[in-house]
Structure formats: C-alpha cells, structure tokens
C-alpha cells in the first residue's frame, strides 16, 4: 500500500520544462554522441500515443534530475523502489568497472572475456524481443558467476516492478560485468519448429539401411558419406526424446552452414549438415568441397568469416562446398513401352523435387516428392 507524504503541502506548483515524445529525440538529448545512430529498438513505444499523452523531460541523471527539478517547481513526487534501485545500480556499475581485476575473484572465476552467446534465431535483429534476450543473457551469466545469489540481489524484484525494470537492470548488469564478459546475439534465418513425423523406429530403420552402404566396397569416400549421414540421423532421432534440449535446437539451427545465420541472405557456401546430403555430383564424381587450407585462407581474407567455417558435429567435420554445386536431387530413367507391335520411348523423371507450402499460411514448409512420366519423340 503506497504511503503519501506531505512536506510543504499548501503549495504546489507547474513544470514549464520542455518535454519530448519520440524515442529519437530523447536519445539525441540524452546520448548526442550516439543520437546519428538509428534505433532498432527501445522501451519508449507508449510516448506520443493518443491513449498516453506522456511526455518525458530528458536528462542525464533521470532519478536525481527528477528530484532536484520537482523540488525546484514545487512538484508531487512520486517514486517506486525500483526507481531508487536501478539508480543505486547504475552507481555501483562505475564502481565495479573501476576496479574490474580486483574484484574479478567476488564475480567470476575466468580470466579475460568469455563470450556469452543468446540464439534468438529465427528471429532477425529488426522483430527479435529484447526483453527476451536480456533476461536469457542473464541467466546465461548467473551460470557463470563464482556466487550465482550475486545476480538475485543486484536484480530483485519488488512489488512495483515492471518489464521495463527487469530489462534494464538485467541491461545494467550486463554493463557492470563486460570486463569479465563479451554479449552476442544469434539472428536470422531458421526453423520456428521442426516436426518429425513417423516413429522413432522409422527413422532409426534409415540408420539401420545406411550401414548397409558400406557392403557395396572398400570406399573411403563411402565411408565418409555414411559417417555423415549417421551423424546427422543420430542428431534427428535425438528431437524424439529431448526435443527441448539446447543441443537439439543448436542442432537444426547448423543446417546452412556452420556459422549458425548471421551471414544468411549473402551465403557463398554451404557448410552445415546439409553437406550429408550433397556428397555426389549427377556423374557419380564427388562434390568438391573446400580443404582446411583453402578455408584458413578464405577465413582471414572475408568479411564474413562464419560462412567459411567447418561444421563439426560429435568430432565428425562435415564437407563445406559451393553453393551452386548442391547437387539435383532428381534421377532420369528411359522406359520402352511395348504396345503389341508398337513401340513407345518415353522418359522417367522423379525424386524430391521442391518445397510444398501451405497456401493458407504460406509458413509451414516440407519437401515433396514426386514423378513425371514423359513422352520422348
């Protein structure tokens, strides 16, 4: 239950100060060095809507600012625990930068940097929820810290607290520890889901025919081949009995290529496990794919270095090849029709030949098989 004070209560007085609805303008005054830079996202959405004439007075300090300005006006104040809070926070951040390597043995037990990585994909940067993000940021660093009980009382919750407040004091810890930490955020490309459909034992019977590959010859490249595909197929049974695992998930995120999707869109390569799938050219000959040297090299000339990584899944490093060469997945066989003393030529065409998408969605995708049967004149 809120209490009300009242220390001078017979006067009460009217702010002239100039007041801004729009996030843009309230980073220029705030942030000028900054304010060139556009803005992805921000917590002011509710600023300059018709349902919510509020208007915020910019300034650098927001919580001492606020009060000196409503003493100075002879203004009603009002305050919540957590605005007193994420001021004390942002005060004990300088303190903590300040003083990083003293106190890196209080907060965590690595040297340097370690880089703390959020997958957010499918999403792109542009719809991604921050407020998502920050708060599994944090609970990434709490796994990381020498007393995980640090995080609960620089970032409590108090009856009053809103979304808001949890993002930015999540924020405000972040900065507090980038001494000990580098924050990246996985976007792009990706699967909202993935449905598996048949039983186990159907997709644990394609293992089970894969290995019958190798009967056909003493082929290191077949070998190579079934070793890939087993891997991948190990790595889908997987999805039926812990389908929420992070490992699973990270798992169908390395389809494209190794680099998860932050270079999707500009893809030179193909470097995931998808490869499994790529192995032969139309001729038999196997797909050239990319040696260690070749992609060292590659590595430190592009600027998009992810796309040029191997993908290594349980030690088993998979082929990284060209785009344009993913094979047809396609075969061509003649038939001769015989019709009593007629004789007919005509042509087989059949395999996986594109995607299937639902027209009322146009959002869930499946390949499809099928087949032609052609007349050859």
Same mark, same amino acid.
């Given at each position: 239950?809120?209490?009300?004070?009242?220390?001078?209560?017979?006067?009460?007085?009217?702010?002239?100060?100039?007041?801004?609805?729009?996030?843009?303008?309230?980073?220029?005054?705030?942030?000028?060095?900054?304010?060139?830079?556009?803005? @992805?996202?921000?917590?002011?959405?509710?600023?300059?809507?018709?349902?919510?004439?509020?208007?915020?007075?910019?300034?650098?300090?927001?919580?001492?600012?606020?009060?000196?300005?409503? $003493?100075?006006?002879?203004?009603?104040?009002?305050?919540?625990?957590?605005?007193? $809070? @994420?001021?004390?926070?942002?005060?004990?951040?300088?303190?903590?930068?300040?003083?990083?390597?003293?106190?890196?043995?209080?907060?965590?037990?690595?040297?340097?940097?370690?880089?703390?990585?959020?997958?957010?994909?499918?999403?792109?940067?542009?719809?991604?929820?921050?407020?998502?993000?920050?708060?599994?940021?944090?609970?990434?660093?709490?796994?990381?810290?020498?007393?995980?009980?640090?995080?609960?009382?620089?970032?409590?919750?108090?009856?009053?607290?809103?979304?808001?407040?949890?993002?930015?004091?999540?924020?405000?810890?972040?900065?507090?520890?980038?001494?000990?930490?580098?924050?990246?955020?996985?976007?792009?490309?990706?699967?909202?889901?993935?449905?598996?459909?048949?039983?186990?034992?159907?997709?644990?019977?394609?293992?089970?025919?894969?290995?019958?590959?190798?009967?056909?010859?003493?082929?290191?490249?077949?070998?190579?081949?079934?070793?890939?595909?087993?891997?991948?197929?190990?790595?889908?049974?997987?999805?039926?009995?812990?389908?929420?695992?992070?490992?699973?998930?990270?798992?169908?995120?390395?389809?494209?290529? /190794?680099?998860?999707?932050?270079?999707?869109?500009?893809?030179?390569?193909?470097?995931?496990?998808?490869?499994?799938?790529?192995? $032969?050219?139309?001729?038999?000959?196997?797909?050239?794919?990319?040696?260690?040297?070749?992609?060292?090299?590659?590595?430190?000339?592009?600027?998009?270095?992810?796309?040029? /990584?191997?993908?290594?899944?349980?030690?088993?490093?998979?082929?990284?090849?060209?785009?344009?060469?993913?094979?047809?997945?396609?075969?061509?066989?003649?038939?001769?029709?015989?019709?009593?003393?007629?004789?007919?030529?005509? @042509?087989?065409?059949?395999?996986?030949?594109?995607?299937?998408?639902?027209? /009322?969605?146009?959002?869930?995708?499946?390949?499809?098989?099928?087949?032609?049967?052609?007349?050859?004149?």
């Amino acid at each position: 239950m809120p209490t009300v004070i009242r220390p001078q209560p017979s006067k009460v007085g009217q702010s002239y100060d100039r007041l801004f609805t729009s996030s843009k303008d309230l980073l220029t005054s705030v942030s000028y060095q900054d304010s060139y830079k556009p803005v @992805l996202h921000s917590s002011f959405a509710d600023l300059g809507a018709a349902e919510s004439p509020v208007g915020v007075a910019p300034h650098d300090n927001g919580f001492v600012h606020t009060l000196l300005r409503a $003493w100075q006006q002879d203004l009603h104040l009002e305050l919540r625990p957590d605005d007193v $809070w @994420l001021a004390i926070l942002s005060q004990l951040s300088f303190f903590i930068l300040s003083r990083g390597e003293e106190l890196r043995p209080f907060f965590v037990k690595h040297e340097g940097q370690k880089t703390l990585e959020v997958d957010m994909r499918p999403h792109s940067l542009g719809d991604v929820n921050i407020d998502h993000f920050v708060e599994r940021m944090r609970d990434l660093m709490v796994t990381q810290l020498s007393d995980p009980s640090v995080a609960e009382w620089m970032m409590p919750r108090f009856s009053t607290t809103t979304q808001t407040d949890i993002s930015v004091a999540c924020m405000l810890f972040m900065g507090s520890m980038k001494q000990y930490f580098k924050y990246q955020m996985d976007v792009g490309c990706g699967f909202p889901s993935v449905t598996l459909h048949g039983t186990r034992d159907d997709w644990e019977l394609i293992r089970q025919c894969i290995t019958r590959f190798k009967t056909l010859g003493d082929y290191p490249e077949l070998n190579e081949f079934v070793t890939c595909l087993d891997c991948v197929l190990v790595n889908m049974i997987a999805g039926f009995d812990t389908p929420d695992s992070p490992e699973v998930h990270d798992f169908w995120m390395r389809a494209a290529h /190794a680099g998860g999707t932050r270079a999707s869109g500009g893809l030179v390569t193909l470097s995931g496990w998808l490869t499994a799938f790529c192995f $032969w050219q139309l001729d038999g000959t196997r797909t050239r794919g990319f040696t260690d040297e070749e992609l060292s090299r590659e590595w430190s000339m592009q600027n998009n270095p992810e796309e040029w /990584a191997r993908l290594e899944l349980s030690g088993i490093g998979f082929p990284v090849i060209e785009r344009a060469k993913i094979p047809a997945a396609t075969v061509q066989v003649d038939v001769r029709v015989v019709d009593g003393f007629t004789e007919e030529q005509t @042509l087989i065409i059949a395999g996986m030949i594109g995607m299937e998408l639902d027209s /009322a969605t146009m959002s869930i995708a499946k390949p499809r098989p099928g087949w032609w049967i052609l007349h050859k004149k």
